[in-house]
């Protein structure tokens, strides 16, 4: 393996770092928040996602 790539390799395993050892309930709030954020990417003015998140985490914490 070229040695940046091994770097990058690295950089990105550091980054993960937190959301792979997070726990579960976390984590799933991560992966939706991360499906949210796709979801609106094609929208010019994306609107209520402070509103969708919250209830992301609401939904999670219960």
Do not use: W
């Not at 993960?16 to 050892?21: D, G, L, V």
């Not at 990417?41 to 219960?62: A, F, G, S």
């Amino acid at each position: 393996m070229h040695k940046s790539a091994k770097k990058n390799s690295s950089n990105f395993s550091s980054i993960q770092e937190p959301i792979t050892n997070a726990p579960p309930e976390v984590r799933q709030i991560i992966e939706q928040v991360l499906q949210l954020e796709k979801d609106k990417l094609y929208l010019k003015t994306p609107r209520n996602i402070n509103e969708d998140i919250l209830n992301i985490i609401k939904k999670v914490v219960q």
